[in-house]
């Protein structure tokens, strides 16, 4: 631990939360309306228990997130409820012919932004120098160029080869299935959907706060996006990668909330 003065006080720093725009969002849209019951994001189910974590903990005042986090996920807050907000009503017709929609609409809309102004008021914002953020920024584009360049046959050249030779063949042809089921899907979603420059900022932003810090001092990313979190559960070519270029540990929101809950705890 390294002693961190906020605030004129002194805090035992055990670890750091870096709050991406997805889970803020996600823990953010939550409303319980008569007649509809639960509008909820696809992810708050996840998110929300970090957010119950870091309110207990607040003292401690491990959760962080920037301006642009926070700008990004009011700019899409609207568009996420109209679309939860739909797919309620297209899931139940009788829903669709009972409810006004604008005034559900409205109503949703202003619950999940005080909910979104209370989950930005457990976290401190950290301000960002832009040139050290421009320079990251060209070494995570760097980065994910580099993942979708990577080719499944580099990979086969650094698997140990078997000690019995006759089973080489064997090992070759199920190494090679191993990795076009659980590799390949990655590399072609990289292709597909490439992360954008606000993803490569939010990330740069991220790599700064942790460079910050002591090195042992464990720096959490919460995101439920594929480009930074694990594509699956054990699929962690992009995380790993992150982890090893800028010693950061990206993860789901739930996954995170209990390894923080732990740490705090000893």
Same mark, same amino acid.
């Given at each position: 631990?390294?002693?961190?003065?906020?605030?004129?006080?002194?805090? *035992?720093?055990? &670890?750091?939360?870096?709050?991406? +725009?997805?889970?803020?969002?996600? &823990?953010?849209?939550?409303?319980?309306? =008569?007649?509809?019951?639960?509008?909820?994001?696809?992810?708050? #189910?996840?998110?929300? !228990?970090?957010?119950?974590?870091?309110?207990?903990?607040?003292?401690? %005042?491990?959760?962080?997130? +920037?301006?642009?986090?926070?700008?990004?996920?009011?700019?899409?807050?609207?568009?996420?409820?109209?679309?939860?907000?739909?797919?309620?009503?297209?899931?139940?017709?009788?829903?669709?012919? $009972?409810?006004?929609?604008?005034?559900? @609409?409205?109503?949703?809309?202003?619950?999940?932004?005080?909910?979104? =102004? %209370?989950?930005?008021?457990?976290?401190?914002?950290?301000?960002? !120098?832009?040139?050290?953020?421009?320079?990251?920024?060209?070494?995570?584009?760097?980065? @994910?160029?580099?993942?979708?360049?990577?080719?499944?046959?580099?990979?086969?050249? +650094?698997?140990?080869?078997?000690?019995? %030779?006759?089973?080489? #063949?064997?090992?070759?042809?199920? @190494?090679?299935?191993?990795?076009?089921?659980?590799?390949?899907?990655?590399?072609?979603? /990289?292709?597909?959907?490439?992360?954008?420059?606000? =993803? *490569?900022?939010?990330?740069?932003?991220?790599? @700064?706060?942790?460079?910050?810090?002591?090195?042992?001092?464990?720096?959490?990313?919460?995101? +439920?996006?594929?480009?930074?979190?694990?594509?699956?559960?054990?699929? $962690?070519? /992009?995380?790993?990668?992150? $982890?090893?270029?800028?010693?950061?540990? &990206? =993860?789901? !929101?739930?996954?995170?909330?209990?390894?923080?809950?732990?740490?705090?705890?000893?």
């Amino acid at each position: 631990m390294i002693i961190y003065a906020s605030g004129g006080c002194l805090k *035992y720093l055990i &670890c750091r939360v870096f709050i991406e +725009t997805s889970v803020l969002v996600a &823990c953010s849209v939550h409303a319980v309306i =008569d007649q509809l019951g639960a509008v909820e994001d696809e992810f708050y #189910k996840i998110s929300q !228990p970090l957010f119950e974590v870091l309110q207990k903990f607040i003292k401690e %005042r491990i959760g962080i997130t +920037t301006f642009t986090v926070e700008e990004e996920a009011r700019a899409v807050l609207n568009t996420v409820v109209l679309k939860r907000l739909n797919e309620r009503l297209e899931s139940n017709p009788e829903l669709k012919q $009972k409810v006004d929609f604008f005034r559900a @609409y409205s109503a949703i809309l202003d619950i999940c932004s005080d909910n979104m =102004d %209370r989950n930005c008021s457990i976290l401190v914002r950290e301000p960002i !120098p832009i040139e050290e953020k421009n320079k990251l920024v060209l070494e995570v584009a760097k980065m @994910y160029q580099q993942i979708e360049e990577l080719d499944l046959f580099d990979f086969m050249k +650094t698997k140990p080869k078997p000690v019995n %030779r006759r089973l080489e #063949k064997l090992a070759k042809q199920i @190494y090679q299935a191993d990795l076009e089921k659980h590799i390949a899907p990655i590399i072609e979603f /990289i292709e597909r959907k490439p992360p954008g420059l606000k =993803d *490569y900022e939010i990330l740069a932003e991220a790599a @700064y706060l942790a460079s910050l810090r002591d090195s042992s001092i464990p720096f959490f990313v919460a995101s +439920t996006d594929q480009h930074i979190a694990p594509f699956r559960k054990d699929e $962690k070519l /992009i995380s790993d990668r992150i $982890k090893k270029k800028f010693n950061m540990i &990206c =993860d789901w !929101p739930n996954v995170i909330a209990e390894e923080v809950y732990w740490l705090l705890r000893k």
